[in-house]
Each structure stands twice: as C-alpha cells, then as structure tokens.
C-alpha cells in the first residue's frame, strides 16, 4: 500500500484556521465597551418614544421613524449577523421601527419591494413588512417586478414576496 500523505495546501490552512479561530474567540470575549452600551439603551429610547409618538400621527415623528428605520436597516451585515447579542438588537428595532413606520405606510411598498429585490440577504427581516395589498395602483407592476427577477435568478425571493 501507498502511503497516504496530506495535501500541501491543507496541511497549511489547517494551522491557518486554528488561527483564525483563536483569534474570533479571544475577540468575541473581550468585554463590551461602556460607551457601547450606553448607545445601545439610548437607541432603544429613541424607537420606543418614536414608537409611542406614532400613535399621535404626528408626521415630524412619522418621518424620523421613517428615516431611523432604513439607517438601523445600513447595519444589518454579513458581520453584524456573526455576532448573535448585535443581530438581535438590530433586529428587534427593525422589527419595530417597521410595524409602526413602514407597514402601515403605502408610499413605503415599493421601497420596501425594491430593497427585498436587491438585497436578498434582508429578506427574512424586509418580507414581513411587504404588504402588496396597501397600494393597488401599484400591485401590477410590483407583481412584475417580482416576476422577472424570479425568471432571472430563481424562485428564493419570488416565494416569500409572492405570498404576501
């Protein structure tokens, strides 16, 4: 028999990625800063007094729902979904900043629409928010919109903005 021996460009990643691992560890134990949690229970006052100011219609406070809403929307990345503690944050002030600000709103649809189209990692945090039925006028050429891309690159995103 042979002798099996390992590949040279795995007998260096090996190593490479004990490394790394090492590295992610001794960086997701460090603890939080103070700062950082202070922004964090500012931010949650903020969406909790927006959200309460929703209620009164005020449309100052509509607008800045509106506006917080897509820029805690900017966070949402690749590296911020690593870390479970941020995701969820960020999640849960979309999640509510989006009930009150944006699903109820119908200029919001296609917005929403052309974001779960383009950024198909949102997709789990945006469909929620996608109501077709609020804007009629527009229902036929979002359906279309949805249409194509399904056509072009497969039924993933078509299927949870087609059941609404």
């Keep these: 028999f042979n002798e099996l021996t390992p590949h040279p460009h795995w007998e260096q990643r090996v190593p490479q990625n004990r490394q790394e691992h090492q590295e992610l560890l001794s960086a997701l134990s460090c603890p939080v800063s103070f700062d ?12 909790g007094e927006l959200s309460k100011l929703s209620e009164s219609n005020d449309s100052e406070a509509l607008s800045n729902g509106v506006s ?13 979904k690593q870390y479970p503690p941020t995701c969820q944050f960020l999640s849960s002030c979309i999640q509510i900043l989006g009930q009150e600000f944006i699903h109820r709103d119908p200029s919001q649809t296609a917005t929403i629409l052309q974001l779960l ?10 469909a929620p928010l996608f109501d077709p039925n609020l804007c009629p006028p527009d ?9 194509e891309v399904a056509i072009k690159e497969g ?10």
Excluded: N, W
């Excluded at 950082?36 to 006052?45: D, G, P, Q, S």
């Excluded at 189209?117 to 945006?126: K, P, Y």
């Excluded at 229902?139 to 249409?147: A, E």
């Design 36 to 47: 950082l949690c202070k922004a964090v229970a500012r931010t949650e006052h903020v969406v």
């Design 68 to 80: 917080l809403f897509y820029e805690v929307l900017k966070f949402i990345t690749s590296e911020t």
């Design 117 to 126: 189209l383009a950024q198909r990692s949102l997709g789990d945090i945006l």
């Design 139 to 147: 229902f036929i050429s979002m359906y279309v919109s949805v249409r």
């Design 155 to 164: 039924p993933t995103i078509a299927f949870s903005t087609l059941t609404k």
